[in-house]
């Protein structure tokens, strides 16, 4: 074969295979890693007081449907208990095709979400940051702003 009919072949060749690789999702948004239980306790700084606060939280991952999952996280503290539920559901091309965060006050709207395999982090403009991420032996809870804490603390 000639070389720039070789050459040419090449081309055509890896451009129809970026242009399949380009049609793919990122990566295939799996649930796995979020489904079970976890809990632990810990201390978050009140923004409002400036003081640290005791706090037991649990967290729980279960299948709604084959293209969703709801978590639910309870956080209790001397101040109260609150829960964070939070669904997300698959579009057909298996990335996220919706977010739904319902609040202690409200179902809450304008949440952004990003989601790998290992963590999840929901962010709003205005309530804050909440962000989920699997670590060896459990999970990593870290708060900026969501019912005016903030901090880290280890769910096993």
Not at 55 to 70: F, N, Q
Not at 130 to 144: F, P, V
Request: with cysteine; hydrophobic share 40%; proline share 3%.
């Amino acid at each position: 074969m000639q070389p720039v009919l070789t050459t040419r072949i090449a081309t055509v060749l890896l451009c129809g295979v970026m242009q399949l690789t380009a049609a793919l999702p990122a990566y295939a948004l799996s649930f796995d890693t979020f489904l079970g239980s976890w809990s632990g306790q810990g201390a978050f700084l009140d923004v409002e007081t400036q003081n640290q606060m005791r706090v037991r939280c649990a967290l729980d991952g279960a299948r709604k449907a084959p293209s969703s999952i709801e978590l639910g996280l309870k956080c209790a503290s001397r101040r109260g208990a609150r829960t964070i539920s939070i669904e997300i559901e698959k579009s057909a091309d298996g990335e996220i095709g919706r977010v739904i965060v319902t609040l202690p006050s409200a179902r809450a709207k304008g949440f952004s979400a990003r989601i790998s395999e290992r963590s999840i982090m929901l962010e709003h403009p205005e309530r804050g940051t909440l962000s989920i991420e699997e670590t060896q032996g459990g999970m990593t809870l870290a708060l900026s702003g969501i019912a005016a804490l903030t901090g880290t603390i280890l769910l096993e």
